[in-house]
């Protein structure tokens, strides 16, 4: 996780200089701490000494912002097994009273129904954790809630795996989805204009298609090209998700030709769609904090009104996991949906094998897309199974398998065309086996389709797709 | 209750015809509600079922923003009994389940050690109340979180007497208290450079020395004064609460004094004090959400910064309440501590009263303070009787009656001195018996002076205040 | 001269700290000057050499910006006796050097064609005066552009009566010329959003209808108004020109109404008209440089985009002068345009005198429009003499005597109507016998009206107007 | 001159669709001019007439910037010989009018005294060539100014050749001399944070050390180092003139140890000196128009107030046409200032030459700086000669034959060392022989240098440096 520790080293390096000067501006007489790297025990009793003064407020709110931005000092100082235990020593010490939970439990069963809704209050109030109110004082640091959100990044690997730090993580993600609540964003538009702080931010971020230089990403952000960001007010250089535009004519079926330098730039006005080529959330202490949906929306909506010749929406979406599903699939035996006339040709080169099981093959074994007889003998195959990978196969609770489908059929989105060998880069190729998915996004019928896909319904798809699924 | 009303007009009217158009943007097909002044039974039903519409983000995020306006655009429709009826239906149909929080419990009595964070979050989430997820979708609508400050403004004084809607204050509460935290907040300077709409405001909302018209604001806003205030940055032309600072040689004593538009003006560097003589809370809808501690605080450690030569910070604040409290002890009888020595010029006026009950009598039948020589009389019982009442008398919970020295107390300010005649205003000598205070905030000493406070032990002030409390 | 010489107090105080510290700042070595309100003799010889060391740049860039700075202080300091001493110094010491200029035209006498150029460009800059080059060095100075324009204000009284003066006038007007092309002037609009500190100039600067309070301001920048100025990058805060539109329903024919508080507001979007009821200009120092002219055309062109719907763009002006020409061509007996006929009523009140000389007498006498009888006999008559002033008076070059009317001839509008009893203020009535004219702009026609009326043409008047010469 | 185009053709693109708007909005009537790219003779006429139109203002100032526009329009579309044409017509048939001229010589020779002024005013209009009334309307067009700038720069070379166009291009500087005052420009510093696209241009114009990357960049933007430009308002995103600063510790002698990527980023809080490393003109077509003096001296005020600890201020220059000079002297033989003791051992690698020309062989024949024998053998007397060439050697009015020299000394620096082996970049060896110098500003003396190197005494440098020089 090169990116993350970099950056959440770069967020130390900026915080710190200002939490120390907070924190040792002496005239409140908050008493420093210091600490081993690894926060020995010694350190830990003066730590939790630290943390009660800071939620008794003692000495009020200025000596309790002195004490956060001291905690916050402590805990950059620390490596990571430092970090880690004392984010344990919050979970300990300052979690839910359980006593006084209890006794708010047993008021509720004696309690009238008039009084009813004085003992919930009384109850929520017993099952707040003294750590939220702890972790809420960071807010008032400059810088204090990327500190949170990198801290969040760190500590949910950890979660998973040690049930203590579970409900710490819970209550800093709730926290934070109230923070972070999409009336608080704001919805930019990303230029060559921006400043090269933030510009040089995307090519770390960006998680789809890789931005190879300044060159690449000044022609991602030329005049038939745009790039929208929400950020908030407390995190104004830190853009949480960003998505790729381009205005073309006629929906575009291949990312290469997206992205090639040296084709000639449309006119804005003239173009009739705009295509979602790609879409990252820039801040992984955030997941689980959903404001994607909402931004290709606020898009949308930006874009028709600036441009009222376009007329559709769609994405050029990859299939992540395709392959691993087919592998997975061809392992089981557990798929036939293949006929042996329309995979003759790959089954030849994999004698004794089945339909799947060749295609499957055939893609590990060749480099198959730059033969253009195999790719042919492959393209229909392939397609028929990308179109039953996406419409057939389901999680549990009924959603797509694949998480870009679910994320767009989710939002209301269609999935409107299937475009071979639409991304041949290496990527594109090992896991999408170089198909790439149109999925429109009609606005009148966005809610509709947004309810049949929650009511599990069959997915919407074109008629040039579905028709792919008939044997 | 003018000002208020007119201001929910105005956010009403700018709010409206924005939000008219987002629920009228019929691309999404949610069907429009319309609805009688004062809400009758038909148009409950019709809102109940568009509430729950909303709640199940039935049609996805943006189906939900447009039912969220609608329900506006409703609230904003109607009259006041339509209003109340519209809370309470918000209150007593999306409430807390109390069978989930029952079920909630049982499991809770039966959980395993290990398992009771989860069983725990599991409560906290049965406890959430439907209405704050509904209220909270406010917030993504132009000027819809002024929008929800301004409801519970409106709600406060109805759910003092009507227990049923107390729930839904309670929540509304808890929901602007997360927002509004003080980290979130912005301290900005108003010059008379800010925009003259923001400066109107100021006279609407001033609330303990008002501004009589531009001329007089233009003075407040001199070379040699400053002002400050909080804002949001989802409210950003509302000021949050604001504070009026003096800089001055010598701490003031007169408040008329320090509004006088003849007064030539100061030089601010060569100014060695700076008086704060005036904070308001600006909107009441965040009533019982404290800044103004943080807001002092804050221009205090601005101001030291930028004119390094001002070394002392106090305030020159009323004593609202005291006549009404001297009236109390009077009528009781229960205070004696006035000689009749000191008060025998008074007495004389009123034969066969008590020295206490003398004061209260001519301050009540005499132009006292256009009389020098009863003036001068009551000047010593008078500053005494202050001290008294600032000093010793208290509430239950062992905080100062005066909730003005209450405030500055708990803040950690000192009481340093007693300014007699300082404020001649009509409401100064009805209220304070044209006294004010100067509370002294010595940056050393505000946290051990605030913990000290808090502790209930003895009001700090000044030797020559505490020698007025001598028999 | 009040208002001018407020300000020039204010430019004076806000520069004059600022140089204060350029000129002591004793790293350079500039020697200071002090000297008498009234420049003495002694005083000039200082203020000689300080110049010349100003014009050689001795000491470079830097010194020399400390030395404009030390004569602008000596210029603030001095009294109106010293300054108009100090100008004339400026132009007696360093004003063209005739010597050089005659050595030029000898050589240009006696140069060949090919070398015509450089001699010309010899000549050229033996013309320049170095006092030119003196207040150019002004600019660098913090609002040294708006100090420079005031001087020119004072100074242009002075040069109407004093030869000696005229061409350090001229070299100034030449200057700012260069400086105030339209080409760096900003169109802003003026909002209730703007500056307190900027409207408060509007106050003073406001030309045609005095401004009353701040009720009236407002009222004036109510949604259905606007306010548009000119602004110079080097005098952000300072409007030049401004002028103020009603968006309205038809042609307004009566500004009282158009100012009036209580009317209702009306919805821009649904404007037909944009009225352009005042223009004014607000720097006197930059009187005779024109953009006036391109502010009009300018606000045309971007409300024609904001708001579609408005199709008419005409303006509702005064006739200043018109009482004055009345009583002077009466005088003369030099006019006889109307009749008996339509004057009678006018003239039985006047017995023996003629219609022209009855109709001024009785504007004269009495309170006529206050009294019905009266003004509806005047109303013919009064009309006539409009018409004739506006379309057939004219000065020696053949331009319309009223300068208003001449202002918008020139800028290629046209006369539409004129309104009766369209502004019953004091000073409507004194000036204009309460009449008012609408001046159309309509841009298909605006350029050869601008032409005829240059070529001097008749003027262009509506049919309804121009009916009215007919005797 | 690779750069120029290309940006010339970047201002084309941008300015030209909205030129073309402004041109054939065609509510104005007027008519548009085609054009053949070569400008034929047909052509010519037509444009003539366009051009007489929009001095004439026929139709007014709107009509004068849909003329202006359409020139401009018709300027970009021709090719190079076509652009020259025009601006040959331009000059030829919209120059002073001689015959004006002639008539005003003839009244200023027969005039009084006292009408004197009002006379050379008339000769001053009339040696006002109309083209430069035609060249300021393109003022008032979106990015006219740089228009100018970069026809400007055009027509310098051909200028040169060209006696007849050298009136266009002095009349070109002297308007945009006054339009480039240095009052009107801004100094602003350029940051990481800075616009990606303003970022950009400084690779282009760069002169002194080429930046390689985004990388290096970056690292040039250290929080150790500084960029400052000045800019003009209406030329808002094109920097004027910039220079590089690095903070440091004792004053740096090497300039590839300035820009290595890897050193430490040192603390500017705590350095002593400000290296001025680069100084780069932008804007060719602003050449002899100077603000590169005013520049330095506002950064080092700048600095000097950020950061009151640095107490030197220094350049680090290159020696450009050390090598050239050395080579002609040598050929002339005019130069005998080495003894053959210090120059022995490059003397014996060259037999049979005198010092300096052994000196000068070495320098073409080999690689001598990757040689440290070679290189100590000719460090003494290449300091020498460096020594020499920088103090003695002078142009014909008595300035620094160095071009570099020149401009320090003539800001008032002084010559403080030589340092060797100072910048071994190619171009360091091939025209500075390795070697750089820095000037030192100090404040206290700067203008006495100045006035000193202007009055043509000795150039001042430190006693080391001065040491060089003799024999």
């Known amino acids: 996780m090169d990116k993350g520790s970099s950056f959440w080293n770069r967020a130390l390096r900026n915080a710190r200089s200002a939490w120390d000067k907070i924190a040792t501006d002496n005239d409140g007489g908050v008493p420093s701490i210091s600490s081993t790297p690894g926060l020995n025990d010694e350190d830990r009793v003066e730590v939790i000494k630290h943390m009660q003064a800071c939620l008794d407020r003692r000495g009020g709110e200025v000596s309790a912002r002195k004490r956060a931005a001291a905690l916050g000092h402590v805990y950059m100082s620390l490596n990571k097994a ?3 235990r004392f984010l344990t020593l919050l979970t300990d010490e300052f979690g839910t009273d359980h006593d006084k939970v209890d006794q708010a439990v047993v008021m509720l069963s004696q309690s009238q129904a008039e009084d009813r809704f004085a003992v919930e209050q009384k109850l929520r109030e017993a099952l707040k954790a003294p750590r939220v109110q702890l972790l809420t004082q960071f807010n008032a640091l400059p810088e204090g809630v990327k500190f949170l959100v990198d801290m969040r990044e760190e500590l949910i690997p950890w979660a998973k795996k040690d049930k203590q730090l579970r409900g710490l993580e819970s209550d800093l993600k709730t926290l934070l989805t109230n923070w972070f609540d999409v009336g608080f964003l704001e919805l930019r538009q990303i230029t060559w204009e921006a400043p090269a702080a933030l510009l040089e931010k995307l ?20 005049s038939d090209r745009r790039c929208f960001a929400f950020f908030h007010p407390r995190m104004p250089d830190e853009p949480l998700i960003f998505v790729w535009v381009a205005l073309v004519n006629g929906i575009s079926d291949n990312v290469q030709v997206l992205l090639d330098h040296n084709a000639p730039q449309g006119e804005p006005t003239e173009a009739d769609c705009a295509i979602f080529y790609s879409i990252s959330n820039a801040q992984a202490g955030l997941s689980a904090i959903n404001f994607g949906n909402f931004l290709i929306k606020r898009v949308v909506d930006q874009l028709s009104r ?123 190729i090992k896991e999408s086996a170089g198909m790439m998915i149109n999925y429109l996004y009609k606005l009148k019928t966005i809610d509709n389709n947004h309810e049949s896909y929650r009511a599990g319904e069959e997915v919407i798809a074109s008629t040039r797709v579905r028709s792919l699924l008939k044997i």
Not at 215 to 220: A, S
Not at 317 to 333: A, C, E, K, N
């Open 82 to 84: 430092g970090r880690k």
């Open 306 to 428: 600036e441009l009222p010749n376009i007329n559709t929406f769609a994405t050029l979406s990859p299939i992540p996991g395709f392959r691993r599903w087919l592998d997975r699939v061809v392992t089981d035996g557990s798929l036939n949906i293949l006929t042996a006339e329309n995979s003759a040709a790959v089954m030849a080169l994999c004698p004794g094998k089945s339909a799947e099981a060749a295609v499957n093959e055939v893609l590990s074994r060749y480099e198959w897309h730059k033969d253009d007889k195999l790719a042919s003998a492959l393209k229909d195959p392939l397609q028929k199974l990308a179109a039953h990978y996406l419409i057939n196969e389901k999680r549990a609770g009924g959603t797509a398998e694949n998480p870009v489908a679910h994320f767009h059929l989710n939002n209301g989105a269609i999935i409107a065309q299937i475009d071979w060998l639409a991304d041949t880069s290496e990527r594109g």
């Open 203 to 222: 090519f770390i971020y960006e998680a789809v298609h890789e931005i190879k230089d300044w060159e690449d990403l000044k022609n991602r952000l030329a």
